[in-house]
T-cell receptor, first 110, second 113 residues
Framework: GENVEQHPSTLSVQEGDSAVIKCTYSDSASNYFPWYKQELGKGPQLIIDIRSNVGEKKDQRIAVTLNKTAKHFSLHITETQPEDSAVYFCAALLPGKLIFGQGTTLQVKP | EADIYQTPRYLVIGTGKKITLECSQTMGHDKMYWYQQDPGMELHLIHYSYGVNSTEKGDLSSESTVSRIRTEHFPLTLESARPSHTSQYLC????????????FGPGTRLTVL
């Protein structure tokens, strides 16, 4: 069936270092891949997304890359800050619904 | 900040009670969703709606039911709550565009004793 695998489940980095979270998806029909950040006590919020017609997208310290052939996409956060600490979810769009990855807990140590 | 609201934010009830979790959005979105988020954080789609009078079951089987009588309102009901229903419930909405950015509410943390 349709699924999205996300790794790692937890990630701890030192402030200022980079963080990378990777996802793979199973359905080649997926054409939209958002990333969500969920802070404690809040619902997930969209931080960046990428569509299948591009290979990379960047927004300040956040970037996402997509390899449609290999069916994987990654989130890159550079110059991490303590406020980046949260749970991050990747997702892949199928007709009518998003399939979410399992989530990655990112801890940025000051 | 997304205009999607959930009440209550926290609810502790006894087994067998009927409860309704409220979700409202003021963005005029046609599509609305309910997710269950377990302690391991994974989001599971339990219900969705494409518009008024449209409701569908999601990927995760749930004993809850939903209704969509008005565009802005998508309540979720449990007729008889059990401890296994203890979880975080997240409501989301999106517009009718093909790229399905979903806006999430803050969630309801339900505990059934």
């Amino acid at each position: 069936g349709e699924n999205v695998e996300q790794h790692p489940s937890t990630l701890s980095v030192q402030e200022g270092d980079s963080a990378v979270i990777k996802c793979t998806y199973s359905d080649s029909a997926s054409n939209y891949f958002p990333w969500y950040k969920q802070e404690l006590g809040k619902g997930p919020q969209l931080i960046i997304d990428i569509r299948s017609n591009v290979g990379e997208k960047k927004d300040q310290r956040i970037a996402v890359t997509l390899n449609k052939t290999a069916k994987h996409f990654s989130l890159h956060i550079t110059e991490t800050q303590p406020e980046d600490s949260a749970v991050y979810f990747c997702a892949a769009l199928l007709p009518g619904k998003l399939i979410f990855g399992q989530g990655t807990t990112l801890q940025v140590k000051p | 900040e997304a205009d999607i609201y959930q009440t209550p934010r926290y609810l502790v009830i006894g087994t067998g009670k009927k409860i309704t979790l409220e979700c409202s959005q003021t963005m005029g979105h046609d599509k609305m969703y309910w997710y269950q988020q377990d302690p391991g954080m994974e989001l599971h789609l339990i219900h969705y709606s494409y518009g008024v009078n449209s409701t569908e079951k999601g990927d995760l089987s749930s004993e809850s039911t939903v209704s969509r009588i008005r565009t802005e309102h998508f309540p979720l009901t449990l007729e008889s709550a059990r401890p296994s229903h203890t979880s975080q419930y997240l409501c989301a909405s999106s517009s009718g565009s093909s790229y399905n950015e979903q806006f999430f509410g803050p969630g309801t943390r339900l505990t059934v004793l």
